[in-house]
C-alpha cells in the first residue's frame, strides 16, 4: 500500500490499496497524515481503491523544496497534480478539517478528474484558521522554527494534547494517533520548517474560503456532507449551510463525535459515504 510520487513540490508519500472499485481519494488537515483514514479505508477497501496522500501540512516524514507553494490553494493545486499523475479519473474527493478546504478549493477550480464530492467536519465560510485550535496553532506559526520546535515539544504529554487549544476537541478517542502526528515535527528541523511555512501562509490569506464559499454553487456534481453534531471547532451551522449551497448537495450529521470523524466515528462516516456513492451510481 504505501508508496511515494515525485511532484513539482518535492517526494509525496502516499498509501494506494488498488482494486477495481469506486477510487476514492481522501485528504488530511493541519499536522496530521494519511493514518487518519484508517479505520475508514480498512472498512471501504472491500470494494473501492482508496488513494490517501501525506500532504506537507506539518506531519509528513519527507520535506518539500524551499520554493514549494505551501498556502491553501498551493497545497490544493498540489493535490490537482497528484491526481493528474496517477491518471485517477471520475474520484470521489473525501476531505475532513482542513482537508475539506482542500476538496472545496479543487471544486471551484473546475477539478475534471472530481466525479463527486465529500466533506467531513471542516474548515469552511469564515471560520479559517478553525476555531481556538487553528488560531492557536497559526500564532505558534508566527514563532522561528526553533521556538515552534520547542512549543510543539509540549504536546508530547497527554495532559496538554487533550487541551481545546490542542487536539482534545477535535477527538473524542484519536489521541494515540495525534500522539504520531507530532513526532516529525519535533524530530525533523525541516518539517519544522514546512509546518512554520503553512501556517504563516494561512495567516496571510484568512479570507480564501469566504470566497471560495461565493463559488461552490457553480459545483453541479453530488457532494455529501457530513458533520459532526457536537463539533466544537466546525460549527453543525456551516455543514446546513454548505449543503444548502450545493446544488447536489446532502447532509449526514454524525453522533457522538467531534470534528476527527474519521477517528471518532469511522464506521458511520464509511457507512454514509458507501450510500452516498452508491446513490450516486444507481440515480
Given at each position: 500500500?504505501?508508496?511515494?510520487?515525485?511532484l513539482?513540490?518535492?517526494?509525496?508519500?502516499?498509501?494506494?490499496?488498488?482494486?477495481?472499485?469506486?477510487?476514492?481519494?481522501?485528504?488530511?488537515?493541519l499536522?496530521?497524515?494519511?493514518?487518519?483514514?484508517?479505520?475508514?479505508v480498512?472498512?471501504?477497501?472491500?470494494?473501492h481503491?482508496c488513494?490517501?496522500?501525506?500532504?506537507?501540512?506539518?506531519?509528513?516524514?519527507?520535506?518539500?523544496?524551499?520554493?514549494a507553494?505551501?498556502?491553501?490553494?498551493?497545497?490544493?493545486?498540489?493535490?490537482?497534480?497528484?491526481?493528474?499523475?496517477?491518471?485517477?479519473r471520475?474520484?470521489?474527493?473525501?476531505?475532513?478539517?482542513?482537508?475539506?478546504?482542500?476538496?472545496?478549493?479543487?471544486?471551484?477550480?473546475?477539478?475534471?478528474?472530481?466525479?463527486?464530492?465529500?466533506?467531513?467536519?471542516?474548515?469552511?465560510?469564515?471560520?479559517?484558521?478553525?476555531?481556538?485550535?487553528?488560531?492557536?496553532l497559526?500564532?505558534?506559526?508566527?514563532?522561528?522554527?526553533?521556538?515552534?520546535?520547542?512549543?510543539?515539544?509540549?504536546?508530547?504529554?497527554?495532559?496538554?494534547?487533550?487541551?481545546?487549544?490542542?487536539?482534545?476537541?477535535?477527538?473524542?478517542?484519536?489521541?494515540?494517533?495525534?500522539?504520531?502526528?507530532?513526532?516529525?515535527?519535533?524530530?525533523?528541523?525541516?518539517?519544522?520548517?514546512?509546518?512554520?511555512?503553512?501556517?504563516?501562509?494561512?495567516?496571510?490569506?484568512?479570507?480564501?474560503l469566504?470566497?471560495?464559499?461565493?463559488?461552490?454553487?457553480?459545483?453541479?456534481?453530488?457532494?455529501?456532507?457530513?458533520?459532526?453534531?457536537?463539533?466544537?471547532?466546525?460549527?453543525?451551522?456551516?455543514?446546513r449551510?454548505?449543503?444548502?449551497?450545493?446544488?447536489?448537495?446532502?447532509?449526514?450529521?454524525v453522533?457522538d463525535?467531534?470534528?476527527?470523524?474519521?477517528?471518532?466515528?469511522?464506521?458511520?462516516?464509511?457507512?454514509?459515504?458507501?450510500?452516498?456513492?452508491?446513490?450516486?451510481?444507481?440515480?
Open positions: 500500500m504505501e508508496r511515494e510520487i515525485e513539482s513540490a518535492g517526494t509525496i508519500e502516499y498509501a494506494d490499496t488498488g482494486g477495481d472499485g469506486p477510487v476514492l481519494v481522501l485528504l488530511h488537515g499536522l496530521m497524515d494519511a493514518s487518519l483514514w484508517d479505520g475508514v480498512a472498512d471501504l477497501s472491500a470494494d481503491r488513494v490517501v496522500p501525506t500532504l506537507p501540512l506539518g506531519a509528513h516524514r519527507r520535506a518539500v523544496r524551499a520554493d507553494d505551501l498556502s491553501l490553494p498551493g497545497v490544493a493545486r498540489l493535490v490537482g497534480e497528484f491526481l493528474d499523475r496517477l491518471d485517477l471520475d474520484v470521489v474527493l473525501v476531505g475532513n478539517d482542513t482537508g475539506g478546504a482542500l476538496v472545496q478549493l479543487l471544486m471551484c477550480d473546475g477539478a475534471d478528474r472530481v466525479g463527486r464530492a465529500v466533506l467531513v467536519s471542516c474548515d469552511a465560510f469564515d471560520n479559517f484558521p478553525p476555531g481556538l485550535t487553528g488560531r492557536t497559526v500564532l505558534c506559526g508566527k514563532l522561528p522554527p526553533r521556538l515552534f520546535g520547542l512549543f510543539m515539544q509540549q504536546m508530547r504529554l497527554r495532559m496538554l494534547r487533550r487541551l481545546p487549544l490542542a487536539f482534545g476537541w477535535l477527538t473524542r478517542r484519536g489521541d494515540a494517533v495525534t500522539a504520531r502526528w507530532i513526532r516529525p515535527v519535533l524530530r525533523q528541523p525541516e518539517i519544522r520548517r514546512d509546518a512554520v511555512r503553512v501556517l504563516r501562509s494561512a495567516a496571510a490569506d484568512t479570507g480564501v469566504a470566497a471560495a464559499a461565493e463559488r461552490l454553487p457553480g459545483f453541479k456534481r453530488p457532494v455529501l456532507v457530513v458533520w459532526a453534531g457536537e463539533d466544537r471547532v466546525m460549527p453543525p451551522e456551516h455543514g449551510r454548505l449543503a444548502g449551497l450545493l446544488p447536489d448537495g446532502r447532509l449526514v450529521e453522533a463525535s467531534y470534528t476527527l470523524v474519521p477517528l471518532d466515528q469511522p464506521g458511520e462516516l464509511a457507512r454514509a459515504v458507501r450510500e452516498f456513492i452508491h446513490a450516486a451510481h444507481t440515480d
